[in-house]
C-alpha cells in the first residue's frame, strides 16, 4: 500500500488559508463533542456516497489519531482529489491548542 500523503498539525498554518478545505471523517458524537470550526463533516462510511459533496480544493483529512483519515485520503486521492492526511488528528489539534468548537454546549473536547 503507497504511503498517503500527510501533513503534521504543527504544519497546518493558522488560521487557515483561504483555499484549504478540512474535512472530518469521524462519527456524529465525535463531531458533536469537538471539531475545527468550518470543517466539513461527512463519516468515514458515507464518503463513497457523498464524495460529489467533497470540494476539488485542497482538503485536509482529519479523525481522532489519523487512522480513518488516512483510508479517506487513500479513497479520495484515488478518486483524483488533492487530499492530505493530519497526522495525529483532533487528539494532536488539541494537544497543541489548537482551537476547537462543540454541538454540546459544554467546552470542545476530542472523545
Not at 487513500?74 to 488539541?94: K, S
Request: charged residues 15%.
Amino acid at each position: 500500500m503507497e504511503k498517503v500523503p500527510s501533513v503534521a498539525v504543527a504544519g497546518v498554518p493558522f488560521p487557515l488559508p483561504e483555499g484549504i478545505h478540512v474535512l472530518d471523517v469521524r462519527e456524529s458524537v465525535e463531531w458533536q463533542h469537538g471539531h475545527i470550526e468550518g470543517a466539513q463533516h461527512i463519516p468515514l462510511m458515507q464518503i463513497p456516497a457523498r464524495v460529489a459533496e467533497i470540494p476539488e480544493s485542497q482538503t485536509l483529512v482529519i479523525c481522532k489519531i489519523g487512522g480513518r483519515s488516512a483510508k479517506a485520503v487513500a479513497y479520495l486521492q484515488a478518486q483524483g482529489r488533492n487530499v492530505a492526511n493530519v497526522e495525529g488528528g483532533m487528539l494532536e489539534w488539541a494537544a497543541v491548542g489548537r482551537p476547537m468548537v462543540s454541538e454540546t454546549g459544554a467546552a470542545p473536547q476530542v472523545v
